[in-house]
Protein backbone atom coordinates (compact mmCIF):
# COMPACT_ATOMS: atom_id res chain seq x y z
CA UNK A 1 0.00 0.00 0.00
CA UNK A 2 1.39 3.54 -0.37
CA UNK A 3 0.28 6.95 0.58
CA UNK A 4 -3.04 7.11 -2.45
CA UNK A 5 -4.30 4.37 -0.65
CA UNK A 6 -4.35 5.86 2.45
CA UNK A 7 -5.72 8.72 1.26
CA UNK A 8 -8.62 6.50 -0.42
CA UNK A 9 -9.32 4.80 2.68
CA UNK A 10 -9.48 8.35 5.20
CA UNK A 11 -11.78 9.92 2.36
CA UNK A 12 -14.08 6.82 2.57
CA UNK A 13 -14.38 7.13 5.94
CA UNK A 14 -14.91 10.67 6.45
CA UNK A 15 -17.74 10.34 3.75
CA UNK A 16 -19.25 7.29 6.02
CA UNK A 17 -19.47 9.37 8.86
CA UNK A 18 -20.87 12.23 7.18
CA UNK A 19 -23.69 9.73 5.55
CA UNK A 20 -24.04 8.57 9.11
CA UNK A 21 -24.25 11.81 11.15
CA UNK A 22 -26.94 13.08 8.12
CA UNK A 23 -29.51 10.00 8.74
CA UNK A 24 -29.22 10.54 12.58
CA UNK A 25 -30.11 13.44 12.81
CA UNK A 26 -32.45 13.39 9.89
CA UNK A 27 -33.96 10.12 9.34
CA UNK A 28 -37.29 11.52 10.19
CA UNK A 29 -36.73 13.85 6.95
CA UNK A 30 -35.22 11.01 4.86
CA UNK A 31 -38.37 8.62 5.18
CA UNK A 32 -39.61 9.22 1.10
CA UNK A 33 -35.79 7.69 0.21
CA UNK A 34 -36.92 3.89 -1.19
CA UNK A 35 -40.30 4.85 -1.31
CA UNK A 36 -40.16 6.26 -4.97
CA UNK A 37 -41.77 5.82 -8.00
CA UNK A 38 -40.63 3.10 -10.01
CA UNK A 39 -39.28 1.05 -6.73
CA UNK A 40 -41.22 -2.70 -6.80
CA UNK A 41 -42.62 -3.54 -3.80
CA UNK A 42 -44.62 -6.66 -3.50
CA UNK A 43 -46.35 -7.60 -0.02
CA UNK A 44 -48.51 -10.67 0.37
CA UNK A 45 -49.60 -12.82 3.47
CA UNK A 46 -46.66 -14.08 4.45
CA UNK A 47 -43.90 -12.78 1.74
CA UNK A 48 -42.49 -9.41 1.19
CA UNK A 49 -40.99 -8.46 -1.43
CA UNK A 50 -38.89 -5.19 -2.12
CA UNK A 51 -36.34 -4.32 -5.21
CA UNK A 52 -35.49 -0.33 -5.03
CA UNK A 53 -34.66 0.41 -8.19
CA UNK A 54 -35.42 4.26 -8.34
CA UNK A 55 -33.48 4.90 -5.27
CA UNK A 56 -30.16 2.59 -5.89
CA UNK A 57 -30.11 4.87 -9.76
CA UNK A 58 -30.38 7.80 -7.57
CA UNK A 59 -27.91 6.57 -5.10
CA UNK A 60 -25.67 5.79 -7.82
CA UNK A 61 -25.43 8.82 -9.86
CA UNK A 62 -24.83 10.72 -6.68
CA UNK A 63 -22.13 8.45 -5.11
CA UNK A 64 -20.32 8.58 -9.15
CA UNK A 65 -20.98 12.16 -8.76
CA UNK A 66 -19.39 12.47 -5.17
CA UNK A 67 -16.25 10.10 -6.32
CA UNK A 68 -15.48 12.56 -9.53
CA UNK A 69 -15.18 15.57 -6.99
CA UNK A 70 -13.17 13.35 -4.81
CA UNK A 71 -10.95 12.16 -7.39
CA UNK A 72 -10.07 16.21 -8.76
CA UNK A 73 -9.20 17.36 -4.95
CA UNK A 74 -6.76 14.30 -4.65
Request: proline share 3%.
Amino acid sequence: MNSQTGKWIIAAGILIIVIGIIIYFFHDKLNWLGKLPGDIRIEKENFRFYFPITTMIIVSVLLTILINVFKKFF
